[in-house]
């Protein structure tokens, strides 16, 4: 019994450390900087009270018709809400822009989506490195990118990234 503990010890270890390597080879040391007051908020005024400068930053990707982000949705709102605060880490949501405003307003208010929703659009997206959906960009409080993922985030991997990103 406490042989096969130790070998799945071993192996999620392995994989976490191999997913967090992964994704900070895609991020490279990136720097860039956002001017997140005169993005186009679908809820104007959704980021007054939210400082985004000098702060750590999660920014995520999605797309309206994406299944995966659909999916994944549940997962961020929780590693948002649980992992968030404690990080002092500012959330930013990028809609990829496709779809329309109307159609936008009505899935974020199906999900139950409490966090600003950014229309993102093709030069965004480029600046961003955006290649799937959903991405998730995790930012150091010098605007470094520390960690680029696609696809969905378990709860532990979202919660070393936030770590790493606190940390350095």
Request: glycine content about 4%.
């Amino acid at each position: 019994m406490k042989r096969t503990i130790v070998k799945y010890v071993i192996f999620f270890t392995f994989f976490f450390a191999l997913t967090l390597s992964i994704a900070y080879a895609r991020a490279s040391k990136k720097k860039f900087t956002l001017d997140y007051k005169n993005f186009n908020y679908i809820q104007p005024g959704s980021y007054e009270g939210v400082h985004w400068d000098s702060k750590n930053k999660v920014i995520y990707i999605w797309a309206v018709w994406c299944g995966v982000c659909k999916a994944n949705l549940p997962i961020l709102k929780f590693n948002n809400q649980l992992f968030g605060k404690v990080f002092n880490i500012s959330f930013i949501s990028v809609e990829e822009g496709s779809t329309g405003k109307i159609e936008i307003n009505r899935y974020i208010q199906n999900q139950n989506i409490n966090f600003p929703v950014i229309l993102g659009n093709e030069d965004l997206l480029k600046r961003l490195d955006v290649n799937s959906f959903p991405t998730t960009i995790f930012i150091n409080s010098k605007d470094e990118v520390l960690f680029v993922d696609s696809g969905i985030i378990n709860p532990i991997s979202y919660f070393l990234r936030m770590l790493f990103t606190n940390l350095f």
